[in-house]
């Protein structure tokens, strides 16, 4: 299948300081797609650059299966790391100029811009202007803005900072649905625990460049898991010694191991059988994003 | 560039600018202040209520009665001119003569006593006496308790002049009326020479044509290039220009931004061209009473240059204003780099007058194919008079691609620059924008 956004090669540097540096990577249609990494990793410069904004010193940018093209913008959502709007502007004037510069028709724009006013509860508001409103409500503008024109893919810059937890959950709802509708999305952050909740693939960024990609459930598959949590039926037994564990934390009936290297939770089980411990809940724990993560950059540097 | 994104921009610039109150305000205050300033005072000439009683003591015999006629005589045209739109004399605040002559007495110590007395208890406002001395000496004692009503005084001693030569020319047996009408003064009418044949202008009229619309582009420019600016600086702090370059080129906002704000100024313009069409009618009063109050006419041909160079100039010089708005970050950062920009904008100015003198002198020619000098002073040549065909052609062929490849320039600074937030650029970087964009 062709992939909705394929970066080959991409460089960029600002006065000496590379930001992103040799990346490519393919996002196929219908994925939600993380791009994942600390503050600083060049998670923002990748997006201007796919969207345009930032011109790549060197590599290319693929869209829609082809090299990028200035339209190409109406079939992308963006929501920028850096919001803004119009402060002066009425919501519904500034909904409209948005809606028309995606190459709305005027009338069709009218009618999504009421509808979608009237799902979030700004209907009343519609011909105040933005600096009038809340914070959080302008933040419903900006989404809007940002899925009015029902694009083929989304691009969100760290779509969940700075927005209250109403809005933080009004988005997580939208993006459930709109991949539900078939479109691809891809958004930044730096908090692995949304990108676990809501990711199908991830691209995990460290100092510009990609350092893992894939599918996060396979990623989980082939990392893990290399611990496991056991409760035990009375005291438990002592596991120095016990082959498999290279590390453990004990506390009243129960224990987290860490794996030996070669050990797999089954023959650890076994293991502790053969000691005669009476294993009451046995469970292997799953690496966290977080902790992918950290072991990845360790890995890369 | 695609039309439908630069239409969709045009249009958001031009009814967010016309929607605001502050341009109808700065629009309507200007007509207004002139209507004003036309309108107001001949409605108080025309309903003063406010009159001037002066006695006259006279001494001479029927030059008393003589003076009150001339007085009236006076008041009567000067309302008439105004009716007719071809006010002369502007005296607005004049008051309105009640003249009352009274014979002189012999002792003319006690009457001046006497009537120095009415004019301090506020029964007269003033008094003069004619008699045979100040006839001779051609000088009269005006003598009142407020003596700053200077207009008032001067239609006193002009009608005192005229009735004084009047008595001298009789006594020396000429016919006054004769000589009023032997010694008019001579008027010098100018004619135009153009392709089209001669056509009669107003000594001034030319000059003043080109002056006005040479003030006009300056101030248009100068208010709206400052409008431009401010726009893409509020799109930068808004931040809300990343949403904008996700869907539309940098050229495509700058042209947008450009045309949509120079359409705003020239819908003021067209205002005002309408309110100064309103006041110049006939039956109202002449406002453009230049010299001798011929209102100039303007050639239809030169009112399309005028448009044409208008709009050259306004993308000239709002083009550099949006370069410095989007290199920058703040008004206070961008104010002093609109230094840059001033020199070109005033420089024409300075040679305006070698080029009404001498239109077609080489350095005239030469300045006014200069590009960034085209918009004022091929327009000032046109307006004073007509350049050969291929010059203007020239003028506007060489402006068109300079302002062409000035605005593909300011849009490479504008596509760096906008998402460029901190310190400001110094020359050498935004040099080294232009070239990496």
Partial sequence: MTPTVELVNLRKAYDGHVAVDDLSLAIAPGTVFGLLGPNGAGKTTTIRMVMDILGPDRGEVRLFGRPRRPEDGRRIGYLPEERGLYRKMTVADQLHFLAALNGVERGRGRRLVADWLGKVDLAEWADKKVETLSKGMQQKVQLIATVLHDPELLILDEPFSGLDPIN????????????????????????????EKLCDEIGLVARGRLILTGNLAAIKRERGPRAVAVRFAGAPPPLAGVPGISAFELGDDAARLTLDDGATPAGLLAALVATGAAVAEYRSLEPDLESIFLEAVGDAS | ???????????????????????????????????????????????????????????????????????????????????????????????????????????????????????????????????RASLDASRVDYRAESVSNFLTQRRLEKALTRVFSEARL?????????????????????????????????????FMVAYLL????????????????NGVLEEKSSRIVEVLLATTTAKELLVGKLVGIGAAGLTQLAVWALALGALTAPGVVGLLALGDGVIPQVAPAVLVHFLLHFLLGFFLFSSMYAAIGAATNSVQEAQPLTG???????????????????????????????????????MLRIAVKSP????????????TAFVVALMALCARIYRVGVLMYGKRPTFAELGRWIRRA
């Avoid at chain 2, 005296?91 to 002792?107: C, Q, T, W």
Wanted: proline residues 4%; negative net charge.
């Fill in chain 1, 168 to 195: 933080q959950g009004l988005f997580k709802e939208l993006i459930v649905e709109l991949r539900g509708r078939g479109r691809t999305i891809v958004f930044s952050t730096h908090i692995m625990e949304q990108a």
């Fill in chain 2, 388 to 399: 050969p065909l291929w010059q203007i052609l020239l003028g506007y062929v060489l402006t």
């Fill in chain 2, 170 to 206: 009789a006594a020396e047996g000429y016919d006054a009326a004769r000589v009023v009408e032997l010694t008019r003064a001579a008027d010098l009418t100018t004619l135009k020479l153009t392709e089209e044949g001669a056509t009669e202008e107003a000594g001034m009229a030319g």
């Fill in chain 2, 214 to 229: 040479f003030f006009l582009l300056y101030t248009v420019v100068a208010i709206y290039g400052g409008l431009v600016m």
């Fill in chain 2, 340 to 378: 840059v920009v001033m020199p070109f904008l005033i420089a024409p100015m300075l040679f305006m007058m070698p080029v009404i003198n001498d239109p077609d002198s080489t350095l005239a020619v030469v300045l006014s194919l200069v590009p960034t000098f085209t918009p004022l002073l091929m």
């Fill in chain 2, 1 to 131: 560039m695609r039309a439908d994104q630069v239409a969709a921009i045009l249009r958001r610039e031009y009814l967010t600018r016309v929607k605001s109150k502050g341009f109808w305000i700065a629009t309507l205050v200007l007509p207004l202040a002139l209507a004003a300033l036309v309108v107001l005072p001949s409605v108080f000439l025309a309903r003063t209520k406010a009159t001037h009683r002066m006695v006259v003591v006279d001494g001479l015999g029927g030059v008393g009665a003589r003076l009150a006629d001339e007085l009236v005589a006076a008041e009567r045209a000067a309302v008439g001119e105004l009716a007719a739109g071809i006010e002369r004399d502007r005296e607005p605040e004049m008051s309105r003569f009640v003249v009352k002559v009274e014979a002189a007495e012999l002792d003319a110590d006690a009457q001046r006593a006497g009537l120095d007395a009415r004019v301090l208890a506020g029964e007269i406002d003033s008094w003069i006496r004619v008699d």
